[in-house]
């Protein structure tokens, strides 16, 4: 807290679950915390002050991964086996997608859509309320491997380890920019500013797809690591054992 350094141990209204907690994720105002507890294939919703309890929901066989609060923290995403399901911050059940890729989950800055990819070269935007879905490319041999919205303009870009896209919610029927890029690059990052586009591999873009610094090499010697600056235009990346 400040330049104060804190632990305490908290535990939820309860005592602790048996199998302990195998995934947190705070809201974006930080009021509740999502939690998993494996043994018993739940996800609850805890009230980050009392750690009271809020809401469980129980998924079967699968543990819920990948959970994903919407930027405004009206909405939780997670990875349900096969498929994606969203609940309220209310603790209301929202959209199931049964079918959905699950590879790269990326949110709209203001929480109204949630982009997907994943195996077969399927890209998808969904509503978290479940009352539309686009699915804006075929079938094909291609894993989307990495999305970000851009963080002011209704755009996101998408990588499927073979081409870079960027695409538009209003006119989903096609990309707005394609580029080859970097086989299997899972990190693309917009500054905060949105002014450059990181893609190790291949390189720093502009908005507008100009490319301003070309950065060539084999990702698979590359990065183990890549993110933007917080406050600059700017990446910090650290490389692999063989980078």
């Known amino acids: 807290v400040g330049d104060q350094v804190r632990a305490e141990r908290l535990v939820p209204q309860g005592g602790v679950p048996r199998g302990g907690i195998a995934e947190l994720a705070w809201s974006g105002d930080g009021a509740l915390l999502a939690a998993t507890?494996?043994?018993?294939?739940?996800?609850?919703?805890?009230?980050?002050?009392?750690?009271?309890?809020?809401?469980?929901f129980t998924t079967g066989k699968d543990l819920p991964q990948r959970l994903s609060w919407s930027p405004n923290g009206h909405w939780l995403a997670f990875v349900e086996g096969a498929?994606?399901?969203?609940v309220g911050a209310n603790g209301n059940e929202a959209a199931r997608y049964a079918d959905a890729p699950t590879a790269a989950l990326a949110w709209h800055p203001q929480g109204?859509?949630?982009?997907?990819?994943?195996?077969?070269?399927?890209?998808?935007?969904?509503?978290?309320d479940g009352s539309k879905r686009l699915e804006l490319t075929k079938?094909?041999?291609?894993?989307?491997?990495?999305?970000?919205?851009?963080?002011?303009?209704g755009t996101f870009v998408a990588c499927d380890g073979v081409k870079l896209s960027i695409w538009k919610p209003e006119e989903p029927e096609r990309a707005q920019l394609e580029a080859n890029a970097a086989p299997g690059s899972p990190?693309?990052?917009?500054?905060?500013?949105?002014?450059?586009?990181?893609?190790?591999?291949?390189?720093?873009?502009s908005a507008d797809g100009k490319i301003e610094k070309s950065m060539p090499f084999n990702f698979n010697q590359g990065f183990a690591a890549f993110v933007p600056h917080p406050k600059g235009d700017g990446f910090?990346?650290?490389?692999g054992p063989s980078g």
């Open 37 to 56: 507890f494996p043994l018993d294939n739940k996800l609850a919703l805890i009230d980050a002050k009392s750690l009271k309890i809020l809401k469980e």
């Open 83 to 86: 498929g994606i399901r969203i």
């Open 112 to 128: 109204s859509w949630l982009a997907l990819g994943g195996n077969n070269a399927r890209l998808w935007l969904v509503r978290p």
């Open 139 to 153: 079938p094909g041999p291609t894993s989307f491997v990495g999305i970000d919205w851009h963080p002011t303009n």
């Open 187 to 205: 990190f693309i990052y917009w500054t905060p500013q949105g002014k450059l586009l990181g893609v190790p591999g291949l390189a720093l873009m």
């Open 236 to 239: 910090i990346g650290t490389a």
